[in-house]
């Protein structure tokens, strides 16, 4: 496994059937698995036909090779499946309208043929009338003696006959305006159906687009599990690692006190977005036991707080120490005169008191100086990098809860889809079942004509 650097250049759209992959070096020097990459797309999109692709050159920074060639290879196919997917679509919306052409040419030879079969039959209709009639003539012209009553009879049947023609020719008109509006449906039920399948076969590329999607999403919901599981690790490493610290520092007579306040947190107002959660962890410090217990005795708070409140207690001693001197060298001075007091035993007492109390304040106030120096840095590192194992927790649990939720997402829209199909498939039975129908009445109408 290496690397290779390689300079962001310009985005080159090749005329030709050709794939472009541009990779330079820092040395000018081009990589062996690079051209060999370069011609074997080159020769895939010269048998798949492709009108042209974008040459897509590399950014500077570096990488690893593999990645860099699986990530070329999935853009040069998803590139390749996109053009396929409009080419089928331009396809199907060619071969609807050739539909619709022939389903327009095919319904005009229909009217045209039923015009001239009405035409027919009335042309034939006349002409029997016109020999029935012609054949009545001549038996009225060649037998004068008929008497009135055949006459009239023969009245009676010329006008029962044109009766009974204009019924017929009406029932025609009507039978052939129902098998033009039969057929009108047969061609906007074919038309339905046509579109029924354009989308069912849509659905059909929708959803297998969503299955690799939901397989993306599923591969890389694993990884990141994956990586979540691995900083859980790190973090119980860590909260162990921690745990040993506080045990080892407890057998050698140390304790860890905070070192420094964390940060206050801005008023934020009730709209905002709340804090966030990885905050860096106090500072603290490692001290001995007594130390620690001294720092109990001031009171609570930072190490800081502390040893200020140590060093303030320290000048008051000092101050007052200085009096006493003072004091006690008054009291001196009025002792060689004369003037001693009784209490100059007691004075004495006192003043040795406090010196010890102030020296041995000065010692604990140097020796917890010393240890907070040298354990600040120690607590500081251990703290930063509890900080950032946290974030990156807290990061991968949010990850992983947007992939939850585009997972459950993408099974809700596939649901759909299914469903969808089946609707279409439902009602594409139903249209093929009453084609069917209209078929058989059409073809039973044609019969009794």
Known sequence: MFSC????NQVVI????????????????????????????????????????????????????????????????????EQRLAARRAARAEAREIR???????????????DKAFDMYTESVGRRTGSRLAALSPAGVHSPRRSSEDSADDGFNVKDLRHELKEVEEKFRKAMILNAQLDNDKAALGYQLELLKDRIEELGEEYAQLQREHKEKCSTHERLKREHASVERELEAARAAIRARDAAAADAGFAFVEAAAPPAPPRAAPADPPPDPAAPAPLLALVSHAAHQLLDDVGEGTLDVRLQKLVSSKQALES?????????????????????????????????????????ARG???????????????????????????????????????????RRRLQRETREALNRVEELETENSHLTKRLDKLKNAKSALLKDL
Do not use: W
């Open 364 to 406: 604990r106030a140097a020796r917890a100086e010393a240890e907070a120096a040298l354990q600040a840095g120690g607590a500081a590192r251990l703290a930063a990098q509890l900080a950032r194992l946290r974030a990156r927790q807290d990061q991968h649990d949010q990850l992983e809860d947007q992939l939850n939720q585009e």
């Open 14 to 81: 090749l005329p030709s059937t050709v794939i472009g992959v541009v990779s330079y070096s820092r040395d000018g020097l081009v990589s062996t698995d690079l051209c060999k990459l370069y011609l074997e797309l080159r020769l895939q999109c010269a048998k798949s036909s492709v009108d042209r692709f974008v040459c897509v050159c590399f950014a500077t920074y570096k990488m690893p090779l593999v990645e860099n060639l699986f990530g070329l290879t999935a853009r040069f196919v998803v590139l390749y499946a």
């Open 100 to 114: 619709m052409r022939e389903l327009e040419r095919q319904q005009r030879e229909q009217e045209d043929h039923a």
């Open 320 to 360: 007052e120490v200085r009096k006493l001197k003072i004091q006690l060298n008054e009291e001196r001075a009025a002792r060689q005169n004369g003037v001693a007091n009784h209490h100059d035993q007691e004075y004495e007492d006192e003043l040795e008191t406090l010196r010890k109390s102030v020296s041995e």
């Open 5 to 8: 650097t390689f300079f962001l």
